[in-house]
C-alpha cells in the first residue's frame, strides 16, 4: 500500500475510535473536511463504503469493520514506538508486558518469569486478570504474552498462538491442625473428613478436581472458592480448608507455607501455557521464558511422586 493511503487508513482507524469525523479531526489537529476527504478517497481506492455518518457520529460498515479488525493493531504498535525508543535511548531495556490468568499458581508464575528478567535486559511489567480479558489485551498488543491455565479458543479473527509450557500432578495439602482432624483415615477418603477450598468454576481446573472426587465417592464440604490461586493457598495455610495444587510447589509449599501434604491425586494435571499473538517476529524473552518452562518441569520430575509431562 503506498504511503498516501497508510495516511488514509490511519485518519479512518482515527474516525472508528472516536466515533465522528469532528471528534477525529480534534484529536489530528486538522479540519473536518480534511478527514472526510480522506476517509472517502480511501473507500475509493478499495473500491467499498467504510463509515455511514449517522445523527450521533458515524457507523461501521461490514466492510469498515474488517478494515478496522485489520488497521486497529497496527496503529496501536506504531502509537507505541515512540515510548518504546525513548526507554531504549534512555538504557531502560526491553519490556516484556505479561498478562497472568488469577487462576495460575503464583508460585509458578515467579518461577517462570524471574530468569527472564535476571539479565536486567528486561523490565517487567505484569497484569493479573481474567482470562478472557487477558486475550483481547493480547490481541490489541498491549500485553506480548499471556499465561494461563488453559489455550487460547480457537477464533479465526484473533490469531493466536497457544503453546504449552508443561503440566504437573494435583496433590492436596492442609495446615497441621486441620491435617490433624483427619488422622488415621487413609488418602483420598480423609478429604471427605476435611472442609475444602476450591478454584472457582472460571478455572480449568475446577472441573477436574470436582470429576476426581465424585470418582472416588468423596462428598466434598466446599467452605470457600477463590479465584485468585493466591488468596486460595492463603486461606488453606490459615487453616481454613484443604486445598489442591501443583505437586511441583509440595516444597515451596511445606518450607514457607507450614503445610502438610496430604496426598497426590495422580490422575489429575493441571497445565500451563504460553498464549501470543501471531507475528512474523517473537518478542526476544519469550524463548527464555520456555527455557525458564523446562526448567520448572525437570526439578518437578525429581519430586518424589511426580511424573510431571513436559511441554514440547
Known sequence: ??????????????????????????????AVQTVSSQVRDLERDLGFELLRVRARGVELTPAGRAALELAEPMFQLAERVPQAVA??????????????????PKLLVRQLLRPVCDD???????????????????????????????????????????????????????????????????????????PLLMPSTHAALRARLEDWLLRHDIHARVVGEFEDSALLASFGQSGMGAFAAPDWSTPQLLREGGLVRLGL?????????????????EHPALGRLLEAAAEVQAAAARIPGQAAAAGP
Open 120 to 194: 536486567g535486559a528486561t523490565r517487567l511489567v505484569g497484569l493479573e486478570g481474567e482470562f478472557d480479558d487477558l486475550l483481547a489485551e493480547l490481541a490489541l498488543h498491549r500485553l506480548d504474552i499471556v499465561l494461563a491455565d488453559r489455550p487460547a479458543p480457537p477464533h479465526p479473527s484473533l490469531r493466536l498462538h497457544s503453546r504449552l509450557l508443561g503440566s504437573a500432578q494435583v496433590a492436596w495439602f492442609a495446615a497441621p491442625a486441620l491435617a490433624h482432624r483427619a488422622e488415621g483415615v487413609a488418602f483420598p477418603e480423609l478429604l471427605g473428613r476435611l
Open 87 to 104: 526507554q531504549a535511548a534512555a538504557g531502560e531495556g526491553m519490556v516484556l508486558r505479561v498478562g497472568i490468568a488469577d487462576s495460575l
Open 1 to 30: 500500500m503506498a504511503v498516501y493511503k497508510l495516511r488514509h487508513l490511519q485518519v479512518f482507524w482515527v474516525v472508528a475510535a472516536e466515533g465522528s469525523m469532528s471528534a477525529a479531526a480534534r484529536r489530528l489537529g486538522v
Open 265 to 281: 491425586s495422580a490422575d489429575v494435571s493441571e497445565s500451563f501455557y504460553a498464549i501470543a499473538a501471531r507475528r512474523r517476529i
